[in-house]
């Protein structure tokens, strides 16, 4: 039994779950065709047991799934549900939690983010994130330092996929403010003005006078993957723990109040122009 089921393992269970019900077989149906206890189906579907690759590769074509690259998500999410790709070489460094969305990150096809305080970590530079753990974690060795920036730089690798991860930052204002330091903070909004160039990366900035600012609980973020069937995750870092919110009414609660960000922050090019004028106010 996995009592601790990892947010990928929950997610390849809620597939195979989805897919059942989309080609109309029961639980029954499915222990018929692996020979075994309608509980291990069960099991597998609440991600409180794996499942091999030769069970799954039979369920799935019990249950009709015949596109090729869906079969390889299933495979890929089956295989690896528990491994931590390039980020296990920080296992000191990083939580679990923290490692489930460097996973997440790598499997979504967009990302949409609201920060209320600082820059996104994806688009943070290595001196603007030194000076943020630093300031959170004054305690931290400078070793568990330097794998924390070492680690935010590569999750950029999502940028460089063959199909690059799409990201939508609504970012408040006041993390445009150079608490940092006038040099961190000017580098740092120089690069988010660079980043901007890229297709897959919207930036709009939520001014202070927005009447919404007073309705925010705090950063959060919504991912969203190419699989048609998989339902978006929401996550919010307090800080000591990241949470996660699966369940269709909570991610609805974030999408709309995201649509409401989008629609109340700066335009793309006027948040540009703020941008640039913050700029001038470091110098």
Known sequence: MNRNPTVRQRRLGRMLKEARGAAGKTIA??????????????RIEAAQSGIRSLDLRALLDFYGV????????????????????????????????????????????????????????????????????????????????????KVRGQRRQTFARSTPLRLWAVIAEAALKPHLG???????????????????????????????????????????????????????DDLMSMVYYEDPS?????????RRLNSEALPVEQSLSMIREHIEGTD
Do not use: H
């Open 29 to 42: 149906q499915a222990a018929g065709v692996l020979d075994c206890a309608e509980s291990k189906i069960s």
């Open 182 to 236: 006038a040099g961190v903070m000017r580098d740092q909004l120089e690069s988010l003005l660079t980043l901007a160039r890229e297709t897959n990366i919207q930036i709009q900035v939520l001014p202070f006078d927005a009447a919404i600012n007073v309705a925010l609980y705090g950063p959060f973020g919504i991912l969203a993957f190419p699989e048609p069937v998989e339902t978006d995750i929401v996550y919010r």
């Open 66 to 149: 015949t596109d090729q690259m869906r079969r390889a998500r299933f495979q890929d999410l089956a295989r690896n549900g528990r491994e931590r790709g390039w980020w296990s070489q920080y296992e000191g460094s990083l939580n679990s939690e923290y490692s489930d969305l460097i996973a997440l990150e790598w499997d979504a096809s967009d990302l949409y983010l609201v920060e209320t305080a600082l820059i996104p970590g994806l688009l943070q530079t290595p001196a603007y994130t030194e000076a943020v753990v630093r300031m959170q974690s004054p305690e931290k060795s400078d070793e568990d330092v330097a794998a924390q920036v």
């Open 250 to 258: 909570q991610v609805e609660f974030y999408t709309a109040l995201f």
